[in-house]
């Protein structure tokens, strides 16, 4: 285990919504919503204060998964997203991109298998990795060298 690498990955979904539902309809003067591209943003300066080695935001990839098409009815109860959050999602991937994070959206997985990819990797490699998600499916990759934030 390298005790000065840390890598947080983090389901960008996930801390959306959170970030979302937290703050509720800020808006500019303008009308635009910006609640949860503010939340998420203080998300990442707490995280960047904790001197990560790695860092990356996994998001679902838009359109069908595997699983999908596999069982068409994945899934099929899930509600849409909210047009007030959806319409911050670019700001929020501008954001990422404005601090140099890696946004990763990979066609046809889901977030949970890109991040569990990530960390299985992470962890053969020693590094000492945290899983930033309020997701409680995640919480089957906690091992000895893998833990929560």
């Excluded at 960047?48 to 068409?72: C, M, N, W």
Aim: hydrophobic residues 40%; glycine residues 6%.
């Amino acid at each position: 285990m390298n005790p000065e690498q840390k890598f947080f990955i983090i389901d960008g979904h996930s801390y959306s919504f959170q970030a979302y539902y937290a703050i509720g309809s800020l808006q500019t003067p303008s009308g635009m919503y910006v609640g949860a591209a503010y939340v998420f943003t203080l998300l990442i300066e707490r995280l960047l204060g904790e001197s990560p080695s790695h860092l990356a935001v996994i998001f679902d990839a838009p359109g069908k998964t595997f699983r999908s098409i596999q069982y068409p009815d994945y899934k099929i109860q899930r509600q849409p997203m909210p047009e007030e959050m959806a319409s911050q999602m670019p700001m929020i991937k501008e954001i990422l991109a404005a601090y140099g994070i890696p946004v990763i959206e990979l066609p046809g997985y889901e977030a949970d298998d890109v991040i569990a990819t990530l960390a299985r990797r992470a962890s053969r490699e020693g590094i000492p990795t945290y899983i930033v998600s309020n997701d409680k499916d995640l919480e089957q990759l906690i091992d000895d060298r893998r833990v929560p934030l």
